[in-house]
């Protein structure tokens, strides 16, 4: 064993020895993985083995995508076999809410290049006769999907890595992490010590005690997970010998189960309801290869109604129950990436699905370890999601909703109820008190809209229009016409101060800072000009920046604000999170509202819009920014969580006069479509250019030698290949949720070659992991099947949209090739929504205030 190398991966899983691989293929070859036991000694060796491409996030799809297509390479470069069988796959929809899902999912796969297909129950039981069609209104055929070997496949990847140069130790537990002042780190195991510039955690099982070695509790735990083998059944060998092939996989959704062949028989798995955490608190390090007991009267329930979907199954023997633990994150999706507050500490662990998804996050982790990002958007997966908030017990909770609606519809406008509240501010029991119903923002309960005295607070969730939508437009108008208020503590909130602040946010940060008391909003990108934060920023004094930005990116951004701070000392940098909460009142009222409650001059041409101020506001010390998120006349007040009732009180009390009304987040969503604002994490994302996002205002090339310049320098040089737009849609009862394909009108005479847009579409990769444009992933089907309908074709996605409730018309926010950004006429776009396409129009100026007059003042 070697005392000295590059990296160290912790754990011998599949994840870990895809890291290994795709560490060393990128030229990292000075590197070892060190596993406590055998390879597969976790949760690879009894995993089900399925693999499919179809996923909630779209950026996790491409990913699968590409895991599904690494097999065959990866089997010619290890020479071991993967045991590879590509069969396709069905998802049953047993009720039109499930049918909607399903065209959701079949609309994404347009643009996805997925060659997914919308059938009959009859025609799905033509591929597995055992269902009984019955019971179901439709199904969706993807024929990427399919099961390999799982010891083999994590044999494949470390054999492959091997041939690369690295180095595998076996039977090799590590005791303990301890990092040097260099950075350096010790791993100390039973062999000896390692000393490594990285470790990457790929415990799996063990990942928090890995975790834990270094300081950290990873949001991961791990549930029992059951599935069953059937004994050999003669309708699975007929059907084979009719057809000459494999059955193909079934996803049912009531059932809350999955099947696919199993040599001459049926694999069928459960995800329960009446789920079953293991090891909640501590994994134990002797577990080795072993099941757990069998647990039947668990999953009888899924088995009745699976019985009952699949009586070609029912009769058929039992010849064993497979029970083992695998780990979740609370969400979901997999843990990746570098730890914030450690150095060269990286995790790739809670990956639930790792034969769909451990090659793609093989490849971005050694992306974002060799090249210093991951090549992709990967916010979904990224460690950086989860706040302190997420404590072992809100895991344990989150993770057993998860698994328990592993099966189940998430509809858009669904708040899941464990492990909340979470974290509350001083306003949450006068919120509720106020008939709000309230959402989770990063783990913070947020007003979404209010309920009228004597109705329910409580959403009817649903794809179409909901309960919520006659009240969100109520709040609306009333703060358009006069005056509203609503909690804006979910913001992320920073103090940078130093020295050398404003050097430091100038290298940054793509705007000019701002003078005293002045406010500027600006981008944040990386070196690659991609956009990775959007802020507002005001300079509170000397040396003294106030940041506020997306909550949910708290983590991301700290990560990179602490890479990037002077070694000197000269810029320090806090973050606020609920140690400063705030309100905003906002409408033609809101100016003579704060009059009322400040005892200082705030006419506009005082307090100017793009203004910053600290002033008493109801008596308590505050900050105020002349700034709305709405878009109209408006203004923040920030404040310490001590003096928000007494200052949400004077607002109210004061506002009395005004008509003033409360309002929520989907209100403010609403108003903020009217003036085509972006979100961060759906408009701005890492896979994205500052002009491709229309930010081009904000973007001072001139300034200095901010980080990404060149990169957008050259994108402004050569001109973006995408744009964001705002459209105009003729919604009946739904609007967008976000990820449906943009049809346009278009012919190819017009428009040219059809090219997958980064960031979206399942391409090909080649050898080094690059994109190979313009080609699906795994199939080899044709680049356009699918998105091609006469002179009609796919040309973009939607990123958000809802309802304008003041303009009364359903919006949408989107990406669309350049050359067609700014044509507004009529025909020439749809957006398909539940399977439906609805005239849109592009809207270059926004509806509301397309001057900015009201905002001024």
Request: proline share 6%; net charge negative.
């Amino acid at each position: 064993m070697k005392s000295h190398v590059k990296a160290v991966v912790i754990g011998g899983g599949v994840v870990g020895c895809s890291v290994l691989y795709h560490l060393a293929r990128a030229g990292w070859t000075d590197i070892m993985l060190i596993e406590r036991s055998e390879l597969t000694s976790g949760s690879s060796w009894h995993a089900a083995g399925g693999f499919h491409t179809l996923n909630g996030d779209p950026n996790v799809a491409k990913l699968q995508a590409y895991t599904v297509q690494l097999y065959k390479e990866l089997e010619e470069i290890s020479g071991q076999s993967c045991s590879l069988h590509l069969t396709g796959g069905v998802m049953l929809a047993d009720s039109p809410e499930r049918m909607d899902f399903l065209r959701l999912a079949h609309a994404k796969g347009r643009y996805l290049g997925m060659d997914t297909e919308l059938i009959t129950p009859s025609e799905a039981k033509k591929m597995f006769p055992l269902m009984d069609e019955k019971h179901f209104v439709g199904a969706m055929w993807d024929p990427v999907e399919g099961h390999l070997d799982p010891s083999g496949t994590t044999h494949a990847y470390a054999k492959a890595a091997k041939k690369l140069g690295a180095e595998i130790v076996l039977r090799n537990p590590v005791k303990e992490l301890t990092q040097d002042p260099d950075g350096t780190w010790n791993v100390v195991t039973e062999q000896g010590t390692v000393r490594a510039e990285h470790v990457v955690n790929c415990g799996g099982l063990w990942a928090r005690e890995v975790g834990r070695m270094v300081g950290v509790e990873l949001p991961v735990l791990a549930m029992e997970h059951m599935y069953l083998l059937t004994e050999p059944m003669p309708e699975v060998e007929a059907f084979n010998k009719e057809t000459g092939r494999e059955m193909i996989g079934v996803l049912d959704f009531k059932g809350e189960i999955y099947t696919r062949q199993e040599r001459n028989g049926i694999l069928l798995g459960t995800y329960e309801k009446a789920c079953k955490p293991w090891s909640p608190v501590n994994t134990p390090w002797d577990f080795g290869h072993e099941l757990l007991a069998p647990d039947l009267d668990r999953i009888a329930p899924s088995l009745e109604i699976g019985f009952q979907h699949f009586p070609g199954i029912a009769n058929a023997g039992i010849k064993q129950v497979i029970n083992g633990p695998f780990t979740f994150a609370p969400d979901g999706n997999p843990l990746v990436g570098p730890v914030q507050g450690l150095t060269n500490y990286w995790v790739a662990c809670g990956v639930m699905a790792g034969f769909s998804q451990g090659g793609g996050v093989g490849l971005a982790l050694s992306n974002w370890m060799v090249n210093g990002d991951p090549g992709f958007d990967v916010w979904g997966m990224d460690v950086a999601r989860w706040g302190e908030w997420a404590s072992l017990r809100y895991t344990n909770a989150k993770v057993r909703e998860n698994y328990s609606r592993r099966f189940s519809i998430r509809f858009p406008n669904e708040e899941l109820p464990a492990a909340r509240p979470a974290q509350t501010t001083p306003l949450y029991d006068t919120m509720v008190a106020n008939n709000a119903v309230m959402g989770d923002s990063w783990g913070l309960e947020t007003p979404l809209w209010f309920a009228p005295e004597g109705t329910e607070p409580k959403d009817i969730v649903s794809f179409h229009r909901s309960n919520d939508f006659e009240h969100i437009g109520n709040e609306v108008r009333v703060t358009r016409d006069r005056v509203g208020v609503t909690e804006i503590a979910n913001f992320a909130k920073y103090e940078v101060s130093g020295p050398a602040s404003e050097d430091f946010l100038n290298r940054l940060m793509t705007n000019r800072m701002p003078k005293k008391g002045r406010i500027v909003l600006t981008p944040m990108l990386n070196e690659f000009g991609r956009l990775i934060g959007d802020f507002t920023i005001a300079k509170s004094g000397d040396d003294k920046f106030m940041i506020w930005g997306s909550s949910a990116a708290q983590k991301y951004h700290m990560r990179w604000f602490e890479q990037h701070l002077p070694k000197d000392g000269s810029v320090r940098i806090h973050r606020f999170d609920q140690t400063l909460v705030g309100l905003s009142i906002a409408g033609p009222k809101s100016q003579a509202l704060l009059a009322k409650l400040v005892d200082e001059d705030v006419s506009s041409k005082a307090f100017r819009f793009m203004d910053f101020r600290e002033m008493a506001v109801g008596g308590a010390p505050c900050m105020v920014n002349r700034i709305t998120y709405t878009g109209d006349l408006g203004y923040e007040i920030w404040m310490a969580p001590a003096y928000q009732r007494l200052v949400y009180k004077a607002i109210k009390d004061a506002g009395e006069e005004f008509g003033i009304v409360d309002f929520g987040m989907r209100a403010l969503l609403s108003m903020r479509l009217e003036k085509n604002f972006p979100t961060w994490f759906r408009e701005l994302r890492p896979i994205y250019g500052p002009f491709e996002g229309s930010m081009e205002r904000f973007i001072k090339l001139e300034k200095n030698d901010f980080i990404g310049r060149e990169a957008a320098a050259k994108e402004h040089a050569e001109g973006p290949k995408l744009r964001r737009v705002s459209f105009y849609v003729d919604a009946q009862d739904a609007d967008v949720m976000g990820d449906e394909p943009i049809w346009a009108k278009v012919g190819a005479k017009d428009f040219g070659t059809i090219e997958k847009p980064h960031g979206y579409g399942a391409p090909r990769f080649d050898e080094t992991g690059k994109e190979v444009r313009g080609s699906d992933a795994a199939t080899g089907a044709s680049a356009v099947r699918g998105i091609v309908d006469g002179d009609w074709r796919v040309v973009g996605w939607v990123t958000s949209g809802g309802y304008a409730h003041y303009v009364q018309k359903s919006m949408a926010q989107g990406y669309v090739p350049a050359a067609l950004a700014e044509n507004e006429a009529e025909g020439l776009f749809e957006i398909e929504i539940l399977g439906h396409r609805r005239p849109a129009r592009i809207n270059v100026e926004p509806p509301f205030d397309p001057s900015g007059d009201k905002m001024r003042g």
